[in-house]
């Protein structure tokens, strides 16, 4: 201890004497600590335990605190990030080289539930009032609702067929359905999982929170995986291309963003970007993201030298591995489209927030088209850096004077000016909002511009890939000529006439035209690559039936194919809301479609609400547009905490769930559902407008 406080000391004095610049706590907190929930000066106080004082001494003493984090480094790393920040951070990085340890972080894999051996219980035992789940968990209590349910889930995973259940809030069908599934892989041997949910939160709070207890009490040696698609990973090879040419190009402003991935791949064990919270909050994540997560057009595959290092396959390999694998809708549907080369074999899925899986399909279903669709194949190939080019093309083992490299630049530019004129004039021809069924054939002419240089490009690649001769070029050449016929494929489906069960539409989004090709129902597609592999399916959400007449749902999904027999039930909610919550609607608002004035009056009458009452809020929004609004017109007495300003969701949550006294969060999307803030920890909930879809929705 004593040696680490002399080079934490020695550190610090090289510090202060090379430069006389100031240091951004926070930003060697966001480089050192990527994962932390809160960034802020306090909250890196509180994470050191730095009690309250003067302020000089408590900066000090945060300071040192992150001087002997660092010191603990690889001298590997902080050369890094030596390279990758500005000075004076630089700087002091350098400076600590000489001092840092060389010993290696061990990291714990959050997926690996591998245990002891199983206990015999019963489900009955299970859930009964004095058994080991009411022992080990406060706050359980004997639910009828909860062991109805469970009872209906393993007799169709013991016997086969298809259980749609409808469970209202309270009756906690998560247990419902994961102690059932636990008990029938214990009891039949080599038997596989899928459980699906809506939302990469409930995924991750079911995977963190709920398995382990469980497992720990039914299956202690379930191997149980949690996998997301491709997009979430961060491709280590994409990474190294992406800091390579921004050193080369001294782009420091970007090359700061990058810092907390830096530390963060020393340490994560999945590669998943959700535990970054440093990351996402910076204002430049989304487009740096799209640089350098696993994107299957950009992939080498086991020709990659970073293959065996790789977190999506090793996910996947975990996930094909697993008894039981968490996975969401889109990464299910995904599945099937690849005829279950993501998941393999396997006999039953769960799938909660079953409510959401038409939609999900359809999604899944839906070919796009923007002006970004062929933009990102041509930055994908040719992008210009601070002071140079990067991306595939400036990679090619020839010289920029080269005249077939000469040729593929001019290409890319003649295609850019065709794609860019196509979009525009598209976005001129059509009236502003969303639309079925658009008149594309004044458009049909420019399009076929763009898809005949489109081809050109495509031939262009082959024939340099070939010239260079090399692995590496040639791998990633064979991704971009794919897209390439993705992207031609896509517009010969939209510009053409929808079959039976298609409707073409269009919106736009920011001023931006998005043209899209939808299936009208997503039951044929369910019917021909889901049910058939199954013997047992579980469907259940807090909302599905009308008044309890399942025929919609039932309808929407195609489950006359699903496996047989097929039954339904309503759980009731244990909740008395009558007795348990008031409902408020106020008549004071100005309406919503005055938005600056009802921003500002919302704003003031949630802080005047957390300040008297001195509870926790939650605002639901449909807009974005409106939870800024408001974020902006509220003051910062009481901590406010909104989605997509102060980092991801799920640390959001965490840090308002931490907070002692008055809080407000405001949420979009998916702030809607799978919400784990149960008693004090929320009390009151403002519902801004309630998120049904127009009946004008194509």
Not at 143 to 170: F, K
Not at 363 to 379: E, I, N, P
Not at 394 to 405: C, H
Not at 479 to 504: Q, T, W
């Amino acid at each position: 201890a004593a040696a680490d406080e002399a080079r934490g000391e020695g550190a610090v004095r090289v510090a202060y004497e090379r430069r006389d610049e100031a240091v951004s706590l926070r930003l060697l907190g966001r480089t050192l600590l990527p994962t932390l929930a809160d960034h802020s000066l306090a909250g890196l106080y509180d994470y050191y335990a730095i009690e309250e004082g003067d302020s000089f001494n408590r900066l000090f003493s945060l300071f040192s605190s992150l001087i002997a984090g660092f010191l603990c480094l690889s001298p590997d790393l902080l050369t890094l990030l030596a390279q990758i920040l500005s000075p004076p951070h630089s700087d002091l990085m350098q400076s600590m080289v000489p001092f840092a340890h060389l010993e290696e972080e061990e990291t714990g894999n959050v997926a690996d539930l591998h245990q002891d051996v199983p206990r015999d219980l019963s489900l009955d035992v299970l859930l009964a009032p004095d058994g080991p789940l009411a022992a080990d968990l406060p706050g359980f209590e004997p639910r009828a609702g909860q062991e109805e349910m469970a009872r209906r889930v393993h007799s169709v995973l013991e016997t086969g067929g298809t259980l749609i259940v409808e469970a209202g809030p309270g009756t906690g069908k998560t247990f419902s359905y994961l102690i059932p599934a636990l008990i029938h892989l214990r009891d039949h041997e080599g038997g596989r999982i899928v459980l699906s949910t809506r939302t990469k939160q409930l995924q991750e709070q079911v995977f963190h929170k709920d398995i382990p207890f469980l497992t720990s009490h039914i299956l202690p040696s379930a191997h149980v995986s949690l996998l997301k698609g491709r997009s979430n990973y961060i491709c280590l090879r994409r990474w190294q291309i992406v800091i390579s040419e921004l050193i080369a190009g001294l782009d420091r402003e970007l090359l700061t963003s990058l810092a907390p991935l830096a530390r963060w791949l020393f340490t994560t064990n999945t590669g998943d970007i959700e535990e970054n919270t440093a990351f996402l909050s910076d204002r430049r994540a989304a487009g740096l993201w799209r640089r350098l997560y696993d994107d299957p057009h950009r992939c080498l595959g086991q020709s990659c030298p970073l293959y065996d290092d790789c977190f999506s396959v090793a996910a996947r390999r975990r996930a094909r591995g697993s008894d039981l694998v968490v996975v969401n809708h889109s990464l299910l549907l995904a599945d099937q489209q690849s005829d279950q080369g993501i998941l393999g074999d396997y006999d039953c899925l769960i799938v909660d927030e079953a409510h959401a899986m038409e939609t999900a399909a359809r999604q899944a279903f839906t070919a796009t088209l923007s002006v970004h669709t062929t933009d990102s194949l041509l930055r994908a190939i040719e992008h210009p850096l601070r002071n140079r080019n990067g991306g595939w093309l400036s990679r090619l083992p020839f010289a920029r004077s080269d005249a077939r490299v000469r040729k593929l630049h001019d290409l890319l530019a003649t295609l850019r000016t065709a794609n860019n004129g196509l979009f525009s004039t598209i976005a001129h021809g059509l009236p502003q909002g969303r639309g079925r069924s658009p008149d594309l054939s004044p458009f049909v002419e420019l399009m076929g511009e763009v898809v005949r240089e489109l081809g050109t490009l495509t031939r262009s690649i082959e024939s340099l890939a070939d010239a260079a001769d090399t692995p590496e070029i040639v791998h990633e050449a064979d991704g971009l000529i794919s897209e390439g016929e993705e992207i031609m494929a896509v517009f010969g489906r939209i510009f053409s006439d929808p079959d039976e069960n298609s409707v073409h539409w269009y919106e736009f989004v920011h001023d931006e035209v998005y043209l899209h090709s939808s299936p009208l129902s997503v039951a044929p597609f369910l019917q021909k690559s889901l049910y058939p592999r199954i013997a047992s399916l579980v469907l259940t959400s807090a909302t599905l039936s009308q008044r309890g007449d399942f025929t919609y749902l039932e309808e929407s999904l195609g489950l006359s194919e699903a496996p047989v027999p097929i039954e339904s039930a309503v759980v009731a909610s244990p909740f008395s809301y009558e007795d348990e919550m008031k409902l408020v609607i106020p008549g004071f608002l100005p309406p919503v479609t005055q938005a600056e004035e009802y921003a500002e009056a919302l704003a003031e009458s949630a802080q005047r609400m957390a300040r008297d009452v001195g509870r926790k809020i939650l605002i639901l929004f449909t807009s974005y547009r409106l939870l800024r609004a408001v974020h902006d017109a509220l003051d910062d007495d009481v901590l406010v905490l909104a989605q997509g300003i102060d980092g991801p969701r799920s640390k959001l949550i965490e840090q308002f769930r931490g907070q002692d006294g008055p809080a407000i969060l405001l949420g979009t999307d998916s702030f809607w559902e799978g919400v784990d803030l149960p008693g004090e920890a929320l009390e009151i909930l403002i519902i801004t407008r309630l998120p049904f879809p127009v009946p004008s929705d194509p």
